[in-house]
């Protein structure tokens, strides 16, 4: 059964953007009118032109916007002036096609950087996209996002809101082990949730803390990268505001589909054979847990350790003392799902390196780290750093 | 012609720490007096018990030092209680052979992290490797800091310093790209120098900074990391201050020393065939050229490039823009050697893949980023991310 949301159509193209004959490269996702809509961008400092006018035009028009326009196989990411028009142009192109304001059209883009778009193609990717408009197209749209992804990573959730029914369906692209000289990480969440933009804001940043940004594969932010969420409001009558507990069950409901689709792309990447929750418990603070994950789980040392299912522990005390927050070393401990590895900063008094192999073996474990300093905890998704990496990374154009 | 130093000898003895049976793995440097000492040491916050012991020592007795005892096939490091009493063992050890104070001689250890010194076959090794000073040991010792290293790394340079000719003799062992489960970079220099130790503290740390603090090979840095200095004074006589010119001679001495060593390290890594120096210019500070260098350095995207010979330039502006510091992407200009590969954040408009490829088959290269937005400069020397790395790391205990 395919995935649909009151108020929203959506449509494909193979426009020959990318190099695979027949493979769908243009995506278009719009609703039957102006919706809410929220987004988050990437934090690097060159962004690319759809990534630029995108923001601009949220800003512009409150948070509202009626479609998205998507393609995939060039990023139009460092492509001067004439990438900025081209952006331009292709939100014009698919609000001519639905009747829009190019005013409401966001517009992403994905895969090489430094390469102009080839416009006509796009254009009548644009104008077939269009006219497969169906509510039932989400799934050949999350096919058109795609670059060397090896499948489609779509996820739907409902919750009740205020005695309706609510419905959010999401779809999402990867991911830097992939394809990292694309760019790189596209997420489009549809929902007919009642919303105002300001609500809509407040609940994507929530539920984008614990989910996206919390995962890495090689710790590289790309130009692109761009998560876009629009409300249709068909769900529910009266006042489009979601408070207290209504606000909080939709942050929930959009978390944890947000979270599906994180692991989806973590799990999805080629190369990756192991992906591993690593969580940090007993800090100072939250900034400072954070700190001490996101340095494991993007350390090369512990990501081949992983690789290599070696219970190498000293990698990963190594990698939280190069966190740089104050730690007491003599304090930590470490744990391999059930296993422990170090007590105290040093091997654990039980310690069997058979028994902690063993569970490096596992597709998806837990690497606990309990700084035993204080109370705040972070959680972050790693993977490991396998020859498939290197493979796609050193070789892929060639 | 071995390397010598006015003041110093050297010893080394094969202890069986190693696994390699007749491995050198215990080395001594004695001065035959109380010498002018000065030590940088790692700054991750997990440190080994030598790190802790020799930083100690080193402001109890204010910058003076007459031995350094290192051991190679253990790290001391994540040990606890223990580890700390063997460092202190050591010390101890190497001070009762060569008839020195005990708080007078600094410790390093290098390998494996979290297993207890053997330290009968330690102290065994201290006693032998003391049997074997000589003036002509340096190469010896040399030998017996390393770990997986392929070659020893050792140089020497010599100048005049208020009309005395000054020797300086240092060597290395290797880094992470090599072993990284060891405990990883450790560098020493001799010189008969006469300088004081605050002086030393002055030249090694202006000597280090452009040299061993702009080398990455994966970002981590050790627990054990350990660059020290001693100085016998056995050149020139009177005061022994360096002041204006002679200091600046000295410390472009040490800094020429350094980089030499520097560049060894680096280009001894197993999976390195491309060592590249990232120059970045038209920076607005030090501290935001050398951010923008590090990150480059540092990505794996553009390491594994590097590795693959693939002048995919967007990958290097992608790690500009995530350098955390304001930059124009619109202004950066990207050279490899001779070759423009993009101007003013777009392909250069003479770009020709071909021969930007060609610069990257050279062993060696210069990767220039001109961000055009100030006068600050910063260099840093990166490596690829090969195959042989993730064979090494995720292997290595297999």
């Given at each position: ?161 205020g005695g ?138 512990v990501k ?87 493979e796609i ?6």
């Open positions: 059964m395919s995935l649909r949301c009151n108020g929203f159509r959506f449509g494909a193209a193979a426009a020959g953007i990318k190099k695979q004959s027949g493979a769908l490269d243009v995506g278009l996702l719009a609703c039957e009118s102006v919706a809410s809509a929220a987004a988050i961008f990437t934090q690097n400092r060159v962004k690319a032109a759809p990534v630029r006018l995108s923001q601009a035009l949220l800003r512009k028009a409150g948070g509202r916007a009626q479609a998205i326009v998507v393609n995939s196989g060039n990023a139009n990411a460092c492509t001067g002036a004439a990438g900025t028009r081209d952006a331009r142009q292709m939100a014009a192109a698919a609000a001519a096609a639905i009747g829009a304001d190019a005013g409401q059209v966001l517009v992403a883009s994905t895969g090489v950087i430094g390469v102009p778009l080839p416009m006509e193609r796009v254009a009548a990717g644009i104008g077939a996209a269009a006219e497969s408009l169906s509510a039932d197209g989400f799934d050949a749209f999350a096919h058109a996002i795609l670059t060397t992804d090896k499948r489609a990573k779509a996820a739907g959730r409902t919750v009740t809101i309706s029914k609510v419905t959010l369906i999401g779809c999402t692209k990867g991911a830097g082990m992939i394809a990292p000289n694309m760019a790189t990480t596209l997420t489009f969440v549809a929902t007919d949730a009642r919303v105002a933009p300001r609500g809509l804001d407040a609940a994507i940043r929530a539920a984008v803390a614990p989910t996206f940004n919390a995962i890495t594969v090689d710790g590289d932010t790309s130009t692109n990268d761009t998560l876009a969420l629009l409300a249709s409001g068909r769900a529910g009558k009266g006042k489009s505001g979601l408070a207290g507990a209504d606000a909080r069950r939709f942050t929930e409901a959009l978390t944890d589909l947000l979270d599906e689709l994180a692991r989806a792309l973590i799990g999805d990447g080629e190369g990756v054979h192991h992906v591993v929750r690593v969580c940090v418990r007993g800090a100072r603070s939250d900034a400072a847990a954070r700190k001490v994950a996101q340095r494991i789980a993007n350390s090369p040392l081949t350790a992983i690789a290599g299912g070696d219970p190498n522990w000293g990698r990963i005390l190594c990698a939280v003392g190069n966190a740089g927050v104050p730690i007491r070393p003599e304090r930590i401990d470490l744990t391999l799902d059930d296993v422990a590895i170090a007590r105290a900063g040093a091997a654990a008094p039980d310690f069997v390196e058979a028994r902690a192999a063993e569970v490096m073996q596992r597709p998806t474990y837990d690497l606990v780290v309990d700084l035993h300093d204080g109370k705040a905890e972070a959680r972050y998704l790693a993977c490991d750093l396998s020859h498939g990496y290197v990374n050193a070789d892929y154009r060639t």
